[in-house]
């Protein structure tokens, strides 16, 4: 019987515990709200992943994790077009660039991180693909599910927390108008500095984490922090983007009519 | 008929649904539940799963309808359609458990970025011994001193009586400083 589902009635937990315990080989392909990932397990084992709208390139990967430089990324990029990740990785060891190691060290990071940024997605429909191996022009791994396992349910209670936190990204930062702390004696990280650098009245959260290349759970981490320290508060939007209710909240236009209502109100209120 | 409502919000067991009761000239629409967390379930046996709804008539040609949100998180879907075309809302805080001060704090954020209307917090439940005072709610809650934290009890009439006045003052004064 085909593996396919709701992740509302079957959650990614299950999902790899499934996997694992059946020793499957295929593809699990998870269609969330914005995006969709596509799993590949070989043995029970996980062996690669992508998110489809997002490179994960040989290159890209060792370029994030900072293994490569953007001068040798942009020459990859304009001159290897062609060239298949295993062969990417041939060039890269036989050059003494990096060892084979650093290669799969990092690969496995980065497709890890991708399946457990599944375990936030509790909206979409998944299927699994019996007869989809990992892409072959790329370099696959063997990362037991175990403590991915462990690791993406500690991120699932962490989101759920963080949700209950900031239930909305729809809000706006600004600067509280009288910290605890002067912002110049305070030691932030880089990706913390770039999340304050777009703090602005009409920037919504979700808006700075666009900016700043952040997923739903990095951003929230970090505002979290910056609310937990006192530095920043949410605020409504101030230009205009505001969600106006649709709904009239007056029957009437006029102001005068407006005061008159709510002084009947007022006067109502006050007979009961 | 014109029809105008108020929003009444706050956590889990804060005292909405006894809030609406107390000023309502109709018994009023709940639907009550029966809780499925255990850990809520310790603190009440029902919540309200969908909306309380109470009315109070103000002439022949007016009417205000008192919504009250979902009493769990899992309902917030409802947060953004209720707070649609409110005059304002009410956060009701339970003054006697402080383990709720913070979501307290998230609702009101998230209720002021729907729809940036005025609202009074009202610390509910404050003629029990076990209440915080209000002024160490203010401080645990963020609230700035313009915002009005009223002491509540929400069984009692004159209370919450002198809550929605509170905040129909706060309607009235933006209206008249020119901010709405």
Request: with cysteine.
């Given at each position: 019987?085909?593996?396919?589902?709701?992740?509302?009635?079957?959650?990614?937990?299950?999902?790899?515990?499934?996997?694992?315990?059946?020793?499957?080989?295929?593809?699990?392909?998870?269609?969330?709200?914005?995006?969709?990932?596509?799993?590949?397990?070989?043995?029970?084992?996980?062996?690669?992943?992508?998110?489809?709208?997002?490179?994960?390139?040989?290159?890209?990967?060792?370029?994030?994790?900072?293994?490569?430089?953007?001068?040798?990324?942009?020459?990859?990029?304009?001159?290897?077009?062609?060239?298949?990740?295993?062969?990417?990785?041939?060039?890269?060891?036989?050059?003494?660039?990096?060892?084979?190691?650093?290669?799969?060290?990092?690969?496995?990071?980065?497709?890890?991180?991708?399946?457990?940024?599944?375990?936030?997605?509790?909206?979409?429909?998944?299927?699994?693909?019996?007869?989809?191996?990992?892409?072959?022009?790329?370099?696959?791994?063997?990362?037991?599910?175990?403590?991915?396992?462990?690791?993406?349910?500690?991120?699932?209670r962490?989101?759920e927390q963080l949700q209950d936190e900031?239930p909305?990204?729809?809000?706006?930062?600004?600067?509280?108008?009288?910290?605890?702390?002067?912002?110049?004696?305070?030691?932030?990280?880089?990706?913390?500095?770039?999340?304050?650098?777009?703090?602005?009245?009409?920037?919504?959260?979700?808006?700075?984490?666009?900016?700043?290349?952040?997923?739903?759970?990095?951003?929230?981490?970090?505002?979290y922090?910056?609310l937990e320290?006192?530095?920043?508060?949410?605020?409504?939007?101030?230009?205009?983007?505001?969600?106006?209710?649709?709904?009239?909240?007056?029957?009437?236009?006029?102001?005068?009519?407006?005061?008159?209502?709510?002084?009947?109100?007022?006067?109502?209120?006050?007979?009961? | 008929?014109?029809?105008?409502?108020?929003?009444?919000t706050g956590p889990f067991n804060a005292g909405k649904?006894?809030?609406?009761?107390?000023?309502?000239?109709?018994?009023?629409?709940?639907?009550?539940?029966?809780i499925?967390s255990a850990s809520e379930k310790s603190v009440k046996?029902?919540t309200?799963?969908?909306?309380?709804?109470?009315?109070?008539?103000?002439?022949?040609?007016?009417?205000?309808?008192?919504?009250?949100?979902?009493g769990q998180r899992r309902?917030?879907?409802?947060?953004?359609?209720?707070?649609?075309?409110?005059?304002?809302?009410?956060v009701m805080v339970d003054s006697t458990r402080p383990e709720t001060f913070r979501e307290a704090r998230s609702i009101l954020e998230?209720?002021?970025?729907?729809?940036?209307?005025?609202?009074?917090v009202a610390a509910n439940k404050q003629?029990m011994k076990e209440a915080w005072d209000i002024?160490d709610m203010r401080h645990v809650l963020h609230l700035?001193?313009?915002?009005?934290?009223?002491?509540?009890?929400?069984?009692?009439?004159?209370?919450?009586?002198?809550?929605?006045?509170?905040?129909?003052?706060?309607?009235?004064?933006?209206?008249?400083?020119?901010?709405?």
């Amino acid at each position: 019987m085909a593996l396919r589902g709701n992740l509302r009635d079957f959650t990614i937990t299950q999902l790899l515990n499934l996997i694992k315990l059946a020793n499957k080989t295929g593809t699990l392909v998870v269609e969330g709200p914005s995006e969709t990932a596509r799993v590949a397990f070989r043995d029970g084992k996980l062996a690669y992943a992508q998110i489809a709208q997002e490179d994960s390139s040989l290159a890209f990967v060792l370029f994030k994790a900072k293994k490569l430089s953007s001068v040798q990324y942009k020459s990859i990029q304009q001159r290897a077009t062609h060239i298949s990740d295993k062969e990417l990785g041939l060039l890269l060891i036989n050059g003494g660039y990096l060892s084979q190691e650093d290669i799969l060290t990092n690969l496995q990071q980065h497709f890890a991180n991708i399946t457990q940024r599944l375990f936030t997605w509790v909206e979409g429909f998944f299927h699994f693909d019996n007869d989809s191996p990992p892409p072959e022009d790329r370099i696959s791994v063997r990362l037991d599910l175990e403590n991915l396992i462990i690791e993406g349910s500690r991120h699932m209670r962490e989101w759920e927390q963080l949700q209950d936190e900031i239930p909305s990204l729809e809000m706006a930062l600004k600067f509280t108008d009288h910290p605890g702390t002067n912002m110049r004696n305070v030691n932030l990280s880089v990706e913390e500095w770039r999340v304050v650098s777009y703090i602005k009245p009409n920037n919504t959260i979700r808006q700075i984490a666009s900016a700043t290349n952040m997923n739903d759970l990095e951003i929230r981490r970090i505002v979290y922090g910056l609310l937990e320290a006192g530095l920043v508060e949410t605020s409504r939007l101030s230009d205009g983007i505001t969600p106006v209710p649709s709904m009239r909240i007056f029957p009437s236009k006029d102001k005068e009519e407006q005061k008159s209502l709510i002084n009947r109100l007022i006067t109502r209120i006050r007979s009961l | 008929m014109q029809t105008v409502k108020m929003v009444v919000t706050g956590p889990f067991n804060a005292g909405k649904t006894q809030f609406i009761r107390s000023v309502s000239e109709i018994d009023i629409v709940s639907t009550e539940r029966n809780i499925s967390s255990a850990s809520e379930k310790s603190v009440k046996e029902s919540t309200t799963v969908a909306m309380d709804f109470g009315r109070i008539t103000v002439d022949e040609e007016l009417v205000l309808y008192l919504f009250g949100t979902p009493g769990q998180r899992r309902f917030d879907f409802m947060w953004e359609i209720l707070s649609e075309g409110m005059l304002g809302f009410i956060v009701m805080v339970d003054s006697t458990r402080p383990e709720t001060f913070r979501e307290a704090r998230s609702i009101l954020e998230t209720f002021h970025a729907y729809a940036p209307t005025p609202y009074v917090v009202a610390a509910n439940k404050q003629d029990m011994k076990e209440a915080w005072d209000i002024s160490d709610m203010r401080h645990v809650l963020h609230l700035d001193s313009k915002i009005k934290l009223i002491s509540c009890i929400a069984t009692d009439r004159d209370s919450v009586k002198a809550i929605l006045l509170e905040l129909l003052y706060s309607i009235l004064s933006e209206m008249e400083n020119g901010t709405k």
